[in-house]
DNA sequence: CTCATAAAATGACCGCGGTCAATATTTAAT
DNA sequence: ATTAAATATTGACCGCGGTCATTTTATGAG
């Protein structure tokens, strides 16, 4: 397993990721070209795919940052007594992930990791949220159904998720919320 | 709404398709190159771009048309009477969008289409899905749960299908079949 | 048939992601 | 300090998707 090792290394890699969080910080994550960050980086293109393998891992670490830094932030607030406040507390989430379709195309290219070795951070963010859901319909204040196990309803929970936030982005459906389009959802999963 | 009225524009469409066809059963869909189509085809690059507004537009013509096509065979089988019916059905659906990673990130991402008036063929398999699974759990051969919308019990079909699909491209959850993955989803949720 | 106008086809060109042999730098052994 | 091996950086180069001014071809009016 070859890690960094060197502290050049390290300083590099950091010049990159600073780099890159100040052109999506002003252009998004669409706008996003490598040229550019290596240019801000002020290093070579060759060392941008040294340190990653193209310039979708790079999203990934972005993306996948921010995902677990808002789960959390959503892990440390109140358990959820309903489907509608569970809804709510996901709403930042949400919020994130539908700011720009692109997030949302990159974070169900990377949902599943390609191999065991190289799971990453957007695959961690899936996994927290699953780890999260399971917490919250294992609270004794959330009525679950139980005839399933835990551990598939908090499954669900996600399948539903990703399903409210691919029906936002559908023209046909585009007018409702996500989170109302999420709650009835929800309350049927949960009863 | 500009039609393609001419006899050579059709004719010319024709021929890239079946270009792109070929190159598709003989390489698969992701090895499938805009030079090489149109090199096949015996027409200049431009042309190509004037007949689809890019890549994934011919991605979506040809994917979404074989997706049409299964949907047609499955909705021309008989009504199952339980969720492992219905995953068996589902199938050869199934076996299709999972045959290339590539196929099922074009299917997600042409899941929602960018406008009304663009809706293409893969966004139309979405509906037919939706409306097949909406058919079917109308029908009384399939006892399903009666405290929710007929509607919205067709509409977690394909949450759960997708999901079941998402989690067969992950390494961690990859060993088990999607079908046999799907099956307890449905039951749950029919339920 | 002739000519004017619209529609379709062309291919040189560009942008950008990604590669790789060559070069520079760090590390560690003697 | 010297040197060799390992590691990091470089930038010219390539592949391929996509654009557009120009040219070719079809169509319809007189």
Redesign the pocket.
Known sequence: M?K??????L??RAKLLDAASAVVAEAGYKA????EVVSRAG?????F???FR???ALMDQLIGARALDILETISAGPQPRTARDMVHALKPLIDFVTSERYVFDIVLRYSGAAGISDIGPIAQSFERQYLLSLQWVSHPDLPVRDDIPLELVAEGIGAFLIQAISLKFCALHGSVSVEDRLVPYIEAWLR
């Open positions: 070859n960094p090792v060197q502290a050049r290394t300083k590099t996003l070209r490598v040229e290093v070579a293109k060759g060392t795919f040294a340190h193209d310039k979708d």
